[in-house]
């Protein structure tokens, strides 16, 4: 097996793992996995984790579904939102400088990063 693939394989487990425990993984473990492990570009990394985010998320909210661990009123509210967020914020990461993406990137993972600890 070679290398790439292997670390993609390690990269998928460690956010999936991450995805079941905190309900984060993909933009939180897969994006900065991608540029510094398997050197893609800051766009083509968003654009990965959010394709891997509807396998890993169908995967959770089956285990939490099945124990009765999902509010579903809520979730469906939240997901109109989300659908029209990620629109949005897709179409403004193609249009912004890449060093500008990877920079606001860093600082929403250190300010979130700093609010759940204090």
């Known amino acids: 097996m070679n290398t790439a693939l292997v670390k993609a394989i390690a990269l998928g487990a460690i956010a999936g793992t991450v995805a079941g425990l905190f309900g984060v993984g993909g933009g939180v473990i897969v994006v900065p996995g991608l540029?510094?492990?398997?050197?893609?570009?800051?766009?083509?990394?968003?654009?990965?984790?959010t394709a891997t985010i509807v396998?890993?998320?169908a995967a959770a909210m089956v285990?939490?579904?099945?124990?009765?661990?999902?509010?579903?009123?809520?979730?469906?509210?939240?997901l109109i939102g989300?659908?029209?967020?990620a629109w949005g914020g897709?179409?403004?990461?193609?249009?912004?400088?890449?060093?500008?993406l990877a920079l606001t990137f860093a600082v929403v993972l250190a300010v979130a990063?700093?609010?759940?600890?204090?």
């Open 90 to 100: 897709a179409w403004i990461a193609e249009r912004i400088n890449e060093r500008v």
């Open 113 to 118: 990063g700093i609010r759940m600890v204090v």
């Open 82 to 85: 989300s659908v029209i967020g």
């Open 35 to 49: 540029v510094l492990w398997l050197a893609v570009s800051q766009r083509e990394a968003s654009g990965t984790s």
């Open 55 to 57: 396998a890993s998320s």
């Open 63 to 78: 285990a939490f579904g099945i124990v009765g661990n999902v509010d579903w009123s809520s979730a469906g509210l939240i």
